[in-house]
């Protein structure tokens, strides 16, 4: 699907909108041909059908993270690629529709897009903590408008984190970079953004590396199944956690000594990287 090109060229949003408005919705039987079309035949023109009949949806996601301060024709572009790449992995003999699925492509392509914008400091390094970014508005606004005041201890208590966490995160959020869109001079229209390369990488090249990195996660899993049941239980704990557990803890476990946890993940991991190695692979 890499000839696949869907940019957003119209200065007008409106313009954009009666643009996707004049393709059609697709009904179950339609949706689930071209999709067979493209899944099994390779059919470019059947995977730009089903894209083009699910853009009105991007946008209507698209819309619920306008708050953020982000331009809303760049949320769309980026959830339409989250789109392309759901109609790349969809499997049409699964019975569900195209949008259901779709729909956690488009968000975390979108979400993902909002945490790199929002600021050239990492906002989120674990899902926990992106979970956050997204909910501490929303959850902040309810307890405002039904007590009063936003307390960062009942914040925690409904978002299950720490107050630490929330502070942190309230913190990070409010210290925003400053916005590259703002015009040096008044009047002028001329930006710092003017002056910059743009160094993103285009929508081909983003899927094409979403793809090598789904292979090589295959190629993990596969790996995996080499290994017993302890193995890998500490190389899912040591290595693929977003907060790895430490030997005690594991030594706790297994009622051995660390040392002994230590031997147990270099053999493992020897193990993996014999595995990837036949694949042309690397751990």
């Avoid at 894209?51 to 949320?75: E, H, P, S, T």
Wanted: charged content about 30%.
């Amino acid at each position: 699907m890499s000839s696949l090109h869907l940019p957003i060229v119209a200065d007008s949003f409106e313009l954009y909108l009666a643009e996707i408005n004049r393709f059609s919705l697709l009904d179950r039987h339609r949706e689930y041909e071209l999709a067979c079309r493209w899944r099994r035949e390779g059919d470019m023109e059947a995977a730009h059908r089903l894209v083009c009949a699910n853009l009105r949806f991007v946008v209507k996601i698209a819309f619920q993270y306008r708050a953020y301060g982000i331009r809303l024709l760049d949320l769309i572009q980026e959830g339409n690629i989250g789109l392309m790449m759901a109609v790349k992995k969809f499997d049409p003999d699964r019975g569900i529709r195209l949008i259901s699925y779709a729909v956690w492509w488009i968000r975390a392509y979108i979400q993902n897009f909002v945490i790199r914008s929002w600021s050239l400091v990492k906002i989120g390094t674990t899902q926990t903590q992106k979970k956050l970014f997204f909910k501490l508005g929303q959850a902040r606004s309810v307890l405002q408008r039904e007590t009063g005041e936003a307390d960062s201890a009942e914040l925690a208590r409904q978002l299950a984190v720490s107050d630490r966490e929330v502070e942190e995160m309230a913190l990070r959020m409010a210290g925003r970079d400053a916005s590259l869109e703002l015009e040096l001079t008044d009047g002028n229209g001329f930006t710092l953004l003017d002056s910059l390369a743009d160094s993103r990488e285009n929508q081909e090249d983003l899927l094409v590396k979403a793809e090598e990195e789904r292979n090589l996660s295959d190629h993990v899993r596969t790996a995996m199944d080499h290994l017993n049941v302890r193995e890998r239980k500490i190389i899912s704990d040591r290595i693929l956690r977003d907060e790895p557990r430490t030997l005690q803890e594991l030594a706790d476990d297994y009622g051995i000594s660390r040392e002994r946890v230590r031997q147990l993940e270099k053999n493992a991991l020897k193990k993996l990287k014999g595995s990837l190695a036949e694949t042309g692979r690397t751990c």
